[in-house]
Every structure is written in C-alpha cells, then in structure tokens.
C-alpha cells in the first residue's frame, strides 16, 4: 500500500503514519521528494485498514497495490480452472452450452425441453424452478415439485441441471435433489449471506454479474464463495444496465477478456437475459464465443410463444440446433472444444 502525504506534511504527521503502520505490524518506507512525501507500507497488505490511515493529518490518498481478492486471482492458479459437473467439463479447452427453458412449468414442457437439449448436443440443462421476478404478483416458480419435474426430465439424458438459489433456507433441499450446478441470480450477486452457504458446499456455482455491478465488485462476490471452500465458481455476464432502451441489457464482451485475464476460473455468458430477444441470441453467442468465453447460458422453450416466462427471449429447438452449428464452426477456428 501507498500512502500520498499532502504537501504541507509535517514530521509530526509523518511519525504518526510510521506509528500506525508499525501498531498494524508493517514496516514504513519513507521516500521524500522535492514536492511530495510518499510512505510505502512493507509487509501484509492484508492487515492493513485503509480507512484508517486516510483519516489521519496529512494523509492525501491511500492506494492498494494489491488486489483484494485472491484465490480467485490469476495470480494465486495460473492455468485455467476446469469445473467438472457430474463428468461434464467446463473451461480450459471446452466450451459448454446450457440450454433449457427460462421456468420449469410442467413435467411434458421439461420432457420436451430436454428432448431439444439433448437433440442439439447440449450437454447441461437449465430452468428456474424458483423465480426472482419484478413483480410479487409475477409467476413465483414451481417451487419444490419444478426440481423434481426438472430431474425427471434431464435423467434420461443424464443432462446435469442447472438451477436458481434464492434464499439459504432452500440449500438443504437443494442439496437433497442433487442439483449439479447452483446458479447465483443478478439480484442476489452481492447476498453475501447466501455467497457465504454455497461457499460451503462443493456443488459446483454459476455468479451471474449483479446488474450494475463492477468487475471487482464481482471477483470479490466470487471471493466469498471461495473462501468458504468451494472453488467451482463460474462466472456468467448477463448484461449490465445501460441508458439504452432497445434492448434489455448490454451485453459486457469487453468483461469476457478483462475476467480471462483476472481469473483462472471460467466465464461464461447469457445471451438471452442481454438481450432480451430471441432473434439477438444467435449474434450475441457467437460474439461471446469468439471473445473467449467457456460458455453459453441460452433460454429454449419448446414451444415459446408459450412460455410462462421470458417468452420472447427463448429460443425454439430449431434455433438452438442451428445456433449450436454455427457455434461449433466458430468453436473450430479458435481451437476450442464444443460439445
Ligand atoms: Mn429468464
């Protein structure tokens, strides 16, 4: 950490900066230029209180040379991270597309759901069998009797599922119907009560990117998993919140290279809940696939007009089967593997 005196420091206030860094069991380096003092922290950034050293006299800026995260960093795994879910690997050199139905409505709609899945190649399911809706009055969810559904459906094609977590309370059932991969909705990125729960599971987590969130704000949401134990974190940008209307959100590519660069861990990207519409789906995975990232999260209904949720942003089976085509020819080029 770097502390930048104001230009009319006195001794007096120096000494107090060397006393507090010394109390919080780190060392000072003092360097005094012609305009400025600047005072170097040595030892275990850490332990130090940022806050407290910007409030004392004299004190113009404090900077953190390291990140605040860690075992998500790079910089603690160099290679990429390979989450492994039920068999099926995600990251490195393999690219997954989990495909599924924006709700878990009923046991013919997931059959038929999982039928489309399994027929384009897809090797994981999605479905919310609990929703986070804008409105109290909106479709809640199937609860309870959707995971069951959703497991009836995706085990006749051993397809791993993929579903919402809202509240803590739901871990334990959670955990009783096996659910392979725990998704962690936009609204409840920085829930760090429920972050701290699945942290202590080793079921494998997807963080959806809060709506307006930072990419640091992110990594540190991923940070609370991780400290807790579970370091099967995947990352998924949906979009983030702009001033444009057109569509719902705008999808982050640039966030794909900047997290690749941040994280061992993989970075996948939801293209439905970007934009909003299904004809943007197809542009907007093949987008995220050329810019890196490890995978797609894509809402299919079989029948979409019909949908109880999202229904003008899922794609049909005919869209996700081409899609997936066009998917493996970029896939190719890049070197990747597709499922
Ligand atoms: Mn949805």
Redesign the pocket.
Known sequence: MIIIMSNEVTDGQIDAVTAKLQKMGLDANISRGVERTVIGAIGDEQKLDKEALQALPGVEEVIRVMKPYKIVARSYHKSDTVVDIGGVKLGGNQVQVIAGP??VETQPQMDAAADAVAAAGCKLMRG?AFKPRTSPYSFQGTGVEGLEMFRNAAQRYNLPIVTELMDARMLDTFLEHKVDVIQIGTRNMQNFDLLKEVGRTHVPVILKRGMSATISEWLMAAEYIAAGGNHNIIFCERGVRSFETYYRNMLDVTAIAVLKKETHLPVIVDP??AGGKAWMVPALSRAALAAGADGLLV?MHPTPCEAW??AD?ALSPEQLNTLMGELRGIAQVIGREIA
């Open positions: 924006c709700s919310g439905s809940h809402e949720c999202d942003q």
